[in-house]
């Protein structure tokens, strides 16, 4: 896990403002207009996850979050309002933030965050590869709003403000399961938002479906016995109309529980709090059947063993 700070206080009045550009410009953040009356202040604590999250505690004085930044990995990024008052607006419409309200959007898409007076912020930016396992259709994503106010948005902004709260304390270990839960909710949430994966009428209302289904499965990952006739009951749809739903995906029931359980697989092998857990009881703790059937398809599907992929992580880290 990477980590690093900066607080504009360590340096002299006159240069606070070029330093805080230049710690923004390295969050791809560029920094538009900042007022030059007053004392400036900015304080920044950046960590980055196993799976190339960042998570930013961003506070500061009066200042716009304007413009794009073209040359960066495509990623996903969520903004939570913690503390002040801001105006996001990309040209065609304006969103009022309170503390508590979350917004978010495609990286490389221009607009604007005005932030009037003090304000913090948590920063979080998602490489869509982090959530790629977890998604059927691609996402259509456009800058968006979550209130904070009720629902799962709610409990999205309660986890997120408590992780802002010890952001400069966490550790490797005790962030990992909060990156995992985040991709969750990121998939619930956003897929809340019918423009994100939704084409209207009868695809949309499939694509809504199937996104129902894989948040069951996902639930159901651990049970060697699940099957397309459990899931079929369970969302009282034929068995046939299950299968229709996944082709049209360009997927079939088998390959998405497959790959959903050895991206589970691959999470565990390299995560620090299961360390100590044999490829085999790992592998039965997501679903499969017998430790030499994992081994030959996590091979199939990342070209390498499940041992050499552990050991070579353990040796990078």
Known sequence: MKAWQLNTESFREEERRDVWRDAMRRLCLPIGEIPDFGDFFGNLSCLISPLGIEFSLIEGGAQEISGRYRDQPAAIWLVLLLEGEALLSDGNRKIELMPGDMIYGPTGVEATLAFSSNFRQLYIKAPRLALNPRLIFPLSLELGYLSGQGGIDHVLSGMLRALAGVLNTITAEQLRPIELALT???????ASEKHVFSLGGAA???????????????????????NPNRIAEEHGVSQRYLQKLFTVAGKTFTNYVRTRRLERCRADLVSPLYAQLSLSEI?????????????????????VSPRDYRRRHMSAE
């Open 283 to 303: 592998c039965f703790r997501w679903g499969f059947n017998g430790s030499a059937h994992f081994s030959r398809t996590f091979r199939e599907q990342y070209g």
């Open 204 to 226: 949309g209302a499939r694509e809504s479906h199937l996104h129902r289904i894989c948040q069951t499965i996902e639930t159901r990952l651990g049970d060697p016995d699940l």
């Open 184 to 190: 969750e909710f990121l998939i619930t949430s956003l």
